[in-house]
Antibody, heavy 118, light 107 residues
């Protein structure tokens, strides 16, 4: 059983940067691709980014490409999302999630709220 | 990017009703589609994967069908705990995309 705990959310001004972390416990994440999914207040889900099990491959939603960077540290079982040039439309709850070998998101964090506002 | 058109955006139903939610992909995605349930303040939970496979522990009143571009989620005999928002997700190619969501409300 995997537990995921996001941290690093908060209020940030437009144009500034923020880093989210997702720490895993209960099992190693080294065999899983890891994703970030976000949800603006009162809105639907948006897939944000993925990093492969070994960190060698990444992909992004068009809305964040060039501004966000996903990475992982397998030595401390942690996933990151580096967010630069933040915009008001990036305001959302950000979830980290593992993608199982059976082709679905199986474990999710509790979510971290990021608010971009002056 | 593949667009996922989900309908309806909301529906009202009674306990015991059968409801169907559909998702249409803008291009073929084989059977690379999942259905997720989300309750307020909670992370989503998978119900169906690979279009028609019921995740362990999910009641059999949930079923999924479709392939290619047209998919559906059917909930038979709605229960009080089924009132939630449902999303489809295409995981065929990146960027992955969710449908807009369907809120199932109590009539």
């Amino acid at each position: 059983q995997v537990q995921l705990l996001e941290s690093g959310g908060g209020v940030v001004q437009p144009g500034r940067s923020l880093r989210l972390s997702c720490a895993a416990s209960g099992s190693s994440l080294s065999a899983h691709a890891m994703h970030w999914v976000r949800q603006p207040p009162g809105a639907g889900l948006e897939w944000v980014a993925v990093v492969s099990f070994d960190g060698s491959n990444t992909d992004y939603a068009d809305s964040v490409k060039g501004r966000f960077t996903i990475s992982r540290d397998t030595s401390n079982n942690t996933l990151y999302l580096h967010m630069n040039s933040l915009r008001s439309e990036d305001t959302a709850v950000y979830y980290c999630a593992t993608y199982s070998s059976s082709y679905f998101f199986d474990y999710w964090g509790q979510g971290a709220l990021v608010t971009v506002s002056s | 990017a593949i667009q996922m058109t989900q309908s309806p955006s909301s529906l009202s139903a009674s306990v015991g009703d059968t409801v169907t939610i559909t998702c249409r992909a803008s291009q073929g995605i084989a059977n690379d589609l999942g259905w997720y349930q989300q309750k307020p303040g909670k992370a989503p939970k998978v119900l169906i994967y690979l279009a028609s496979n019921l995740q362990d522990g999910v009641p059999p009143r949930f079923s999924g069908s479709g392939s290619g571009t047209d998919f559906s989620l059917t909930i038979s005999s709605l229960q009080p705990e089924d009132f939630a928002t449902y999303y489809c997700l295409q995981d065929y190619n990146y960027p992955w995309t969710f449908g807009q969501g369907t809120k199932v409300e109590i009539k």
